[in-house]
């Protein structure tokens, strides 16, 4: 009997440390992790939700079992606050089964991941956090990992800005012009680190004591400020000073040393006038950057034709016609979660190509409460309005019942601060998985500090031994699966998929093919990795076609197809019909007809959309459609946004540009066909305009002239060809012909030596030598 007691009180001892550290490692690791090798594509996010859903699996089993040896369940404060994440789990869940793409909104987005199985998992934390954490002893713990997890990413930062940073990223901060530390985004940083602010300066002033505390903390803070200001995250920005106001007001009501307050806002701004001064002088590779800066970023936040401001308004206006238009059931359920870019692509339009990104459109409304709406219904969003003013109004009781504030008791005053500036920047972004994680942690530390007086109250569970057993085991048996298939296969699948990325590179593409496979096998319902696998074969198919016969890639690429042919999204259908037009020029010109009922569908339902015209333009032309083909680009050029714009910024001028050069070239090429040389000439001059180094616009005007008999026209127009090109030698080449043409065989024997330098192996140009030589 004694022997069992002290079994079981080590098995307890063993399982409280599980749960505690457990619970540090996720508070601590989970804003580090990032795959900093590159052997995955999503590196920021990946690893964290993997780790933290293996984490909150071992703490939930470690727990579990706690209980099941006890025999009974504690937890303090009311019950009612079980009813209520039960209440708002329910809601998710239930326009998850609703969603307009259920297997999404179940499992995430392959770059989101916002689905109902990692809200589940966010709101278990939450749950095993109140039921777990006892004494003030363990939230200072957390309030300390807080902090030096927040330095670390904080340092990172740092090194970001001084242009260190060792990790390849796809766009280097230096580039960017703003810092994005491991979470990857800078917007996403800002609003992580306004969450952790409220944390070091509680500590700064109710947990450090002594010199060197204090410094370390007083240093966390100033880093964690300059990484939040070169974010350049405006809506963090916002957030900060919510937050910053919050506390001091409440600290001028109730703080025990007002000088603190003086003295605070003192120092703030001490610290902003030397960022700023900082900002002036920056280091020389960020120069270029100019359209980014703290006075630039600062003027921008009151200008409603700035373009992140601009595409916002147009955001909520597209929900408020979303909304209005929704069926009873949508406006009850929801959408489902991230199915929101299938909503926002509808609302496109010509001035969004302005403001932001040409063909670009969100899957977020960058409001929480529009968001709340559109995702999960005015059922979910009364679901979280509940949970939230329940503990709005627990607080107000708790901080009422105080006569006067304690050190402990400060603490929910400045997880509130994070609160306020975590919904201040949620009214004009939204959150991502680190965040998310933040938020119910700061829940949960709220919860406890509301009821760290109170009584524990119990449950005893009344089952037999063989039922804990079976119950336990299940569980475990049901974490192992989804760890498997879940999470050990996801990472497996994505490495397979940066392969296949990396085999693009490789004559055949068989390695696409065969990873891909792997890929998909490991997460067979992943739409994204379905419609890449598709996009990544019809890039590779010339170099298919080469090493197999016609009806063994018509195989393959038909079972592709059968991939994502019942998908009604925006991607998934221009992919098929590119895949059907791509038969259609390789094995069976029937197919074309398939590929121009989806371009057609898509020019209806997405008329400002400028892919499927240049799409379908392309496979006219090869259908020797010119007519078609002008009839098509010239829709085109009236759906573009005016490059006349006077709100449009260089970046997007260029984007624009670009588009409008190809319908040009294009048109002139369909007049080319038909013979009106005239037009063709026109319009390819058009194009020059935009884009006088398009070398491609060059020849085709040297052909007219070739084929008018202008030789020496068309000879100008080679060399200038050749000026911008001199490495090819096609331009050398085309010049010899016309001078061949022209009978000056010294100048044709010429250009031709010149082309035989720069391609010294070309078998056609030794042919061509050979004759030219007779």
């Known amino acids: 009997m004694i022997g069992n007691l002290i079994l079981k009180e080590r098995l307890i001892k063993i399982f409280d440390y599980i749960i505690e550290y457990g619970i540090l490692a996720i508070v601590f690791f989970i804003p580090l992790i990032f795959d900093f090798t590159g052997l995955s594509y999503n590196i920021v996010d990946l690893y964290k939700i993997v780790f933290f859903r293996i984490i909150i699996s071992l703490i939930f089993l470690a727990y579990l079992a706690k209980v099941f040896i006890t025999g009974r369940l504690s937890y303090r404060g009311s019950g009612k606050i079980f009813l209520f994440v039960f209440f708002l789990l329910s809601s998710f869940f239930i326009s998850s ?207 409603p034709k700035s373009g992140s401001n601009k595409m916002r308004l147009y955001y909520l206006e597209s929900a408020v016609k979303e909304i209005k238009g929704e069926s009873f059931g949508r406006l009850i359920f929801g959408y489902g979660p991230e199915t929101l870019s299938s909503i926002f692509i509808k609302h496109y339009r010509q001035d969004w190509g302005v403001y932001e990104a040409i063909n670009g459109y969100p899957d977020r409304a960058h409001n929480w409460l529009f968001d709340q709406i559109l995702t999960l219904g005015f059922l979910g969003l009364m679901a979280n309005l509940a949970f939230y003013f329940y503990l709005i109004y627990k607080a107000i009781i708790f901080l009422r019942a105080r006569n006067k504030l304690g050190s402990e008791d400060w603490l ?82 994505e490495i397979y998929y940066v392969k296949a990325l990396k085999s693009m590179e490789s004559p055949g593409c068989q390695g696409v093919i065969n990873n891909m496979e792997k890929a998909l096998n490991l997460s067979p319902s992943n739409n994204y990795y379905q419609e890449r696998y598709l996009v990544l074969f019809l890039n590779c198919f010339p170099s298919v076609s080469e090493i197999t016969q016609p009806e063994s890639r018509k195989d393959s690429l038909s079972r592709i197809i059968e991939l994502v042919d019942d998908k009604e999204f925006y991607d998934n259908r221009i992919n098929l019909a590119r895949a059907y037009a791509l038969l259609g020029s390789n094995l069976d010109k029937a197919y074309y007809e398939k590929a121009e009922k989806i371009y057609v569908g898509l020019i209806k339902d997405f008329p400002y959309f400028t892919t499927a015209y240049e799409d379908l333009g392309r496979q006219k032309m090869m259908q020797e459609d010119y007519q078609g083909v002008l009839d098509v680009y010239k829709r085109a050029l009236e759906v573009l946004p005016s490059l006349d714009h006077p709100d449009l910024n260089d970046q997007h001028r260029t984007q624009i540009s670009s588009i409008a050069v190809r319908l040009y070239e294009g048109l002139g090429q369909a007049y080319f066909k038909i013979k009106d040389y005239d037009l063709a000439l026109d319009y390819y001059k058009e194009g020059l305009k935009l884009d006088p180094y398009r070398a491609t616009l060059y020849k085709n005007i040297a052909d007219i002239y070739y084929v008018q008999g202008q030789f020496d026209k068309a000879i100008a127009w080679n060399k200038r060809g050749l000026m911008l090109s001199p490495t090819d030698y096609n331009w050398p080449l085309a010049l010899s012909l016309l001078y061949r043409d022209k009978k000056d065989l010294i100048k044709a024997k010429e250009y031709l030596d010149q082309a035989l330098k720069l391609a010294p192996e070309n078998q056609d140009l030794k042919n061509y030598y050979n004759e030219l030589n007779k």
């Open 97 to 303: 089964w609703f969603s307009l793409n259920p297997s999404q909104s179940f499992f995430g987005n392959f770059l989101r991941q916002q689905g109902f199985y990692n809200y589940f998992n966010y709101l278990l934390f939450f749950i095993l956090l109140i039921l777990n954490i006892r004494d003030f002893k363990q939230i200072k713990r957390i309030v300390a990992a807080v902090i030096l997890s927040a330095s670390l990413t904080a340092v990172y930062g740092l090194i970001q800005y001084f242009n260190l940073d060792p990790v390849h990223w796809s766009e280097k901060a230096v580039d960017l012009g703003r810092i994005y530390s491991t979470l990857g985004q800078p917007n996403f940083f800002g609003h992580y680190l306004i969450l952790v602010l409220p944390f070091s300066l509680y500590a700064l002033i109710f947990m450090a004591k002594g010199i060197l505390p204090r410094f370390f903390v007083i240093l966390a803070i100033l880093m964690q400020l300059f990484c939040l200001i070169f974010t350049y995250s405006r809506a963090a920005w916002l957030g900060f000073f919510g937050a910053t106001a919050f506390l001091l007001l409440i600290w001028l009501v109730f703080g025990p040393r007002k000088k603190l307050v003086i003295s605070f806002v003192g120092c703030l701004l001490i610290g902003l006038i030397i960022i700023i001064g900082l900002n002036a002088i920056k280091p020389i590779e960020q120069s270029h950057s100019s359209g980014i800066g703290v006075i630039n970023r600062l003027k921008s936040l009151t200008d």
């Open 412 to 493: 929910i005053i400045f997880l509130s601060a994070s609160l306020v500036g975590y919904f201040i920047n949620n009214l004009f972004s939204f959150s991502l998985f680190t965040n998310y994680v933040y938020l119910f942690l700061i829940l949960a530390l709220a919860w406890l500090i509301i009821n760290y007086e109170e009584k524990n109250r119990e449950i005893e569970i009344k089952l037999t031994n063989f039922s804990k057993f079976l119950i336990w085991f299940s569980l475990l048996a049901v974490a192992l699966i989804f760890f498997y298939t879940n999470n050990l296969n996801q990472i497996r699948a």
